[in-house]
Each structure stands twice: as C-alpha cells, then as structure tokens.
T-cell receptor, first 112, second 114 residues
Framework: GQSLEQPSEVTAVEGAIVQINCTYQTSGFYGLSWYQQHDGGAPTFLSYNALDGLEETGRFSSFLSRSDSYGYLLLQELQMKDSASYFCAVRDRFNQGGKLIFGQGTELSVKP | GAGVSQSPSNKVTEKGKDVELRCDPISGHTALYWYRQSLGQGLEFLIYFQGNSAPDKSGLPSDRFSAERTGGSVSTLTIQRTQQEDSAVYLC????????????FGPGTRLLVL
C-alpha cells in the first residue's frame, strides 16, 4: 500500500519562506505531485516531480529525493493569498492505472 | 467546456434516499476520477475511469456507491440509501490519458444527509 505524511498545520508571515515536507511509502514510486486548495474551493495542480531535484515555478518550488522517499514544497515571498491547504500526492506504478493517493494536507496560514 | 463542471453544487437529502451527482469533464480528457473529502480532511479516492478500460472501483466504500460514465464523457456517481456519514464534498477530476499527475478538479458537490 501507500502512505504519505505531511504536517497538519504551518504558520508563517507575509514575505517569508516556508517549506512543507512530505514523506511517503509506496510499493512502486512513480512521482510526487503537489496541489493547493483554498477554503471552499477545488484543488488545483501546482507541480510534479518524477526525478530527483528541484523544480521551480515562480514563487513555488518542489523538491524530490527518491532515495529518501521525501519531498517538499517551498513557497517564497509569501502572500496572504497563499493561505490554503497543500496536499502532496503520489502515483504508484503498481496500482492499476497509477492513480494518485493524496496526503491529509497541510493548512498554511500566512499572517500579516 | 472550459473546466470540469459538477452538479448540483449543493444537495441536502434525507437519510435513506438515493442521490445522483453529475460530472462533466474537460473535453478531450479520457481519464475521470471521483474523490470524497470530509471537512478538514484529505481527498479519499473513490473510482477512476480511463477510456474504455474497466473502471478502478477499489475506493468505493460500500456497495451503496456506484458510478458510470456514458459515452466516455459525462459521469454519474450514485449513492443509494444515503447515510449521515455520507455527508461530504464529492469532487470530480479529469486528466489527459497517461497524465494522472495533473488532474483538473471541478468545484464539487456538497452533500448533506439529514
């Protein structure tokens, strides 16, 4: 089976940098995705890492270490609008169709 | 359409009644997924359709839950004899074939079973 662990809550101030960690266990790892969900809204795709290293998209970056079964989402120059829940998700090659399994989410609160 | 649409946006029903939730995926997306999200919780996978292949129903919590996808497009999730614990937001997502990592979600249907 699969399991993912991420912190339940993170608080940071506007302009700061925050890192949201995700550790996973799968029987056949394929890749790690990150999604953002504002309160009452739908999840939206942020990034995907299949290979080790850092992927940068504007203020957001995502990192993966396959050997450590670990990844993180890095948010820079935090803005109030970044307050949301962030979910990591893994795709397991041994699951039929490689469906995504989501973590429980990290609620990020950005304070002024 | 421009995005994934779901209807109704809200549904209140009485315990024991059946409900049908509808999802219209993005045009051209062959993969369609249903998830359930309880308040403050993560996304619980329910069912996955990919093209003409047999659906992956491994996430359906009981035989009261079923889903179909007609013509490779619109999907309906049916919950029979609803229970109070079925109250949640039901989210539908779609993706291109082979790109399950990038899913596009609809706004969800908020189901409340009284």
């Amino acid at each position: 089976g699969q399991s993912l662990e991420q912190p339940s809550e993170v608080t940071a101030v506007e302009g700061a940098i925050v890192q949201i960690n995700c550790t996973y266990q799968t029987s056949g790892f394929y890749g790690l995705s990150w999604y953002q969900q504002h309160d009452g809204g739908a999840p939206t795709f942020l990034s995907y890492n299949a290979l080790d290293g850092l992927e940068e998209t504007g203020r957001f970056s995502s990192f993966l270490s396959r050997s450590d079964s670990y990844g993180y989402l890095l948010l820079q120059e935090l803005q109030m609008k970044d307050s949301a829940s962030y979910f990591c998700a893994v795709r397991d090659r041994f699951n039929q169709g490689g469906k995504l399994i989501f973590g429980q989410g990290t609620e990020l609160s950005v304070k002024p | 359409g421009a995005g994934v649409s779901q209807s109704p946006s809200n549904k209140v029903t009485e315990k024991g009644k059946d409900v049908e939730l509808r999802c219209d995926p993005i045009s051209g997306h062959t993969a369609l997924y249903w998830y359930r999200q309880s308040l403050g919780q993560g996304l619980e996978f329910l069912i996955y359709f990919q093209g003409n292949s047999a659906p992956d129903k491994s996430g359906l919590p009981s035989d009261r839950f079923s889903a179909e996808r007609t013509g490779g497009s619109v999907s309906t999730l049916t919950i029979q004899r609803t229970q109070q614990e079925d109250s949640a937001v039901y989210l539908c997502a779609s993706s291109l074939e082979g790109v399950q990592e990038t899913q596009y979600f609809g706004p969800g249907t908020r189901l409340l079973v009284l």
